[in-house]
């Protein structure tokens, strides 16, 4: 995912809006995926002259490409608190509830994301939606000795599972567990389908990201919109 913000303009003018909420001294999460890179470049450039940060990566490959920009990291362990954490999302409705990890970061991140102070949000306007679901899939990690039942029971509620794979071979996260990727109809309750899809025993995390953005930064074209949390 290197230079993003070469081969995608829009990502590259909201990363560097995004700047913008990183003080010197910061600790800053880092998301996963394409919004979640171009500012990781951005800020890469801004390290090089001179800012000082500190990165809590959500991904082994964003910290791969944090490393190789020069920008300092530490565990989740090490990072008493979270000043802010910039990062994508696949879907973002009306009141600034996401669905998450298409790339398949998702539970690293909603970890990231409740140990920040501030949660920022990088999008293009293709990815705002009227009702949570529209895109049609939700993705939930599962521990892979209960893929079996975790499976049957996300069938029982109405999702339709599919386990995620790469070339061949089941996809495994960062935290070495699969996903299963829920074919969905729009939601009318995210609260209520995230709720009984926890309640499954081998269930890690979901997709669902309910009341956890506090601000979304929507790049259109050439224009930059922030939405905020009422």
């Known amino acids: 995912m290197a230079n993003v913000t070469q081969s995608n303009p ?8 995004a700047l913008d ?16 890179m171009a500012f990781v470049e951005a800020l890469g450039q801004r390290v090089q002259a001179g800012l000082r940060v500190t990165g ?5 490959a964003t910290a791969s490409a944090a490393r190789r920009l020069g920008i300092a990291l530490i565990g989740l362990e090490e990072a008493d608190a979270i000043d802010v954490t910039i990062d994508g999302a696949d879907e973002v409705d009306p009141q600034l509830n996401l669905i998450k990890g298409y ?7 909603k970890i990231v994301a409740a140990a ?6 990088l999008v293009g306007s293709e990815k705002l939606v009227p009702v949570l679901g529209s895109r049609g899939i939700l993705p939930v990690e599962v521990v892979p000795f209960a893929l079996a039942l975790c499976r049957r029971r996300l069938a029982e509620l109405g999702c339709r599972p599919e386990l ?14 699969y996903i299963l990727d829920c074919g969905i109809d729009p939601l009318p ?8 899809l926890r309640d499954i025993p081998g269930v890690v995390g979901t997709g669902l990201f309910l ?11 050439d224009s930059i919109r922030e939405l905020q949390r009422a």
């Not at 790339?103 to 991140?109: D, N, P, Q």
Request: proline fraction near 4%; charge should be positive.
């Open 21 to 36: 909420f990183v003080g010197n001294g910061a600790v800053v999460g880092l998301g996963s995926g394409r919004a979640a």
């Open 56 to 60: 809590v990566p959500t991904s082994e």
């Open 189 to 196: 309750s995210p609260k209520k389908l995230d709720d009984a």
């Open 211 to 221: 009341d956890m953005a506090d601000r979304i930064l929507v790049g259109d074209g």
């Open 10 to 17: 829009v990502l590259g003018r909201i990363a560097a809006r």
């Open 103 to 109: 790339g398949g970061a998702l539970v690293r991140e």
């Open 116 to 121: 920040s102070r501030l949660e920022i949000i």
């Open 164 to 177: 995620r794979a790469t070339n061949g071979r089941p996809f495994v996260s960062d935290g070495g567990n």
